[in-house]
């Protein structure tokens, strides 16, 4: 990201966001880029705003001792916590773009990690394996490949670039979001994983942005 020159930032509705966890982010915390979420509805009403791409993470809520680590009081959508909590975060981040004088030059992709414990009735694809190695041999019980893709997560890619009412049954996982960033800013691929994986680009069909998109979805 440093050698591309993207401007990027990371807006945390959490105290402790997972963000953190990542090689190289406390660092990233100190210069700047790292931000309370409270403060990206003014941020991205900035005529200026110029992060060309900005990771908005959950409140987990209370998933820290001495609370009852249950992700309860978030909005996070973790079970057993309320999802109205995390509909109102979707609700909020769409708006504030929708409203903003970037919405013509926007693309929010809305996805999860894990899918939430519910049964899937296909059965998971094989993929191409990164090819990075293993970085902790401790961490290898199963002798897993990662060449398979695991059950199906929720995806919502929103743009005034995509015509309405589009359902895309096009093959996509997690790094997908990788593929997109790299076809746009000319990044080369981390791994083979993401060299291999089906951008969303194509979604981002029309010439002209859309005026029609509500700009109140409503109560969650």
């Known amino acids: 990201l440093e050698d591309a020159c993207l401007e990027w930032r ?17 660092l990233n915390e100190l210069q700047g880029r790292i931000h309370n979420f409270d403060e990206f509805p003014e941020a991205v009403n900035e005529v200026d705003f110029s992060a060309d791409y900005t990771f908005i993470e959950p409140d987990y809520g209370n ?24 509909e109102r975060l979707i609700k909020t981040v769409y708006e504030t773009i929708r409203n903003s004088p970037h919405w013509n030059q926007s693309l929010l992709l809305v996805t999860y990690d894990e899918h ?10 094989t993929v191409t394996p990164p090819g990075d190695g293993v970085s902790d041999e401790d961490n290898v019980f199963h002798h897993f490949t990662f060449d398979q893709l695991g059950v199906r997560v929720p995806a919502v ?7 309405r009412n589009l ?4 093959l996509y996982d997690h790094s997908s979001l990788l593929a997109t960033i790299e076809a746009i800013f000319g990044l080369k691929p981390l791994t083979r994983r993401d060299a291999a994986a089906t951008s969303l680009i194509n979604l981002l069909s029309l010439s002209t942005p859309r005026a029609d998109a509500p700009t109140d979805i409503g109560r969650p």
Do not use: K, W
């Open 63 to 86: 998933d820290l001792p001495p609370s009852a680590e249950d992700f309860t009081c978030g909005n996070s959508q973790h079970p057993l916590d309320d999802i109205t909590r995390g």
């Open 10 to 26: 990371v807006f945390a509705g959490d105290s402790f966001p997972v963000t953190l966890a990542l090689s190289g982010m406390t």
């Open 157 to 163: 890619v929103v743009s005034p670039l995509i015509p």
């Open 167 to 170: 359902v895309d049954g096009t």
């Open 116 to 125: 939430g414990g519910f049964y899937d009735h296909v059965a998971p694809p």
